[in-house]
């Protein structure tokens, strides 16, 4: 199955030394049947989309706990998209939730999506609000959206260690 993991600039870089990653929890998301059963329209490719965009919202959450914990971080949010075998669904958390049974080995790694620097300021304006954003806020709300208006760029994952070099 195909999925979508958050993930933040420290936490791609340590999956190219490593050549594996966990995910925090395990969790990634994928287009499950509860997700295609929540779309009253939409082919593959497009609830796939919708997968992703979940995830890159989860990065945010994972920028804005690297910011809570006081570390430097990079304002860019990461989605590795990779394929994984032993997968359980998680409908009661989110239509797109799944667990992974362990660490995402970089040869399962089909792609990563890396926003692009001028995301930056949206980023790290809509990591500030993510939780109030959670909770229904419309003003977070409308912040959250002005960030996932930046598409993340595409990179086949040969071109990943160049992009984290030119970083």
């Known amino acids: 199955m ?3 993991l958050p993930a933040t600039l420290r936490m791609l870089r340590q999956l190219v030394d490593d050549k594996q990653l966990q995910p925090l929890s395990g969790t990634a998301f994928a287009l499950t049947p509860s997700l295609r059963e929540s779309y009253a329209s939409g082919d593959t490719e497009e609830l796939e989309y919708a997968a ?7 990065s945010l959450r994972l920028i804005a706990g690297e910011q809570a914990e006081g570390e ?8 590795v998209s990779a394929d994984a075998d032993e997968v359980t669904l998680r409908p009661d958390l ?25 995301a930056e300021d949206a980023v790290r304006a809509a990591a500030e609000v993510i939780d109030a954003a959670d ?4 003003d977070a709300d409308f912040t959250l959206g002005e960030a996932e208006d930046h598409e993340l760029a595409w990179y086949a994952p040969q ?7 030119l970083m």
């Open 135 to 138: 909770l229904g806020d419309p």
């Open 159 to 165: 071109e990943v260690p160049f992009l984290l070099e």
């Open 52 to 58: 992703m965009r979940e995830a890159a919202r989860a």
């Open 2 to 4: 195909r999925v979508y």
């Open 72 to 79: 430097k971080t990079d304002l860019r949010r990461v989605v």
């Open 94 to 118: 989110d239509h797109a939730v799944v667990r992974l049974a362990g660490p995402v080995q970089w040869k399962d790694v089909a792609a990563v999506h890396v926003d692009s620097a001028e």
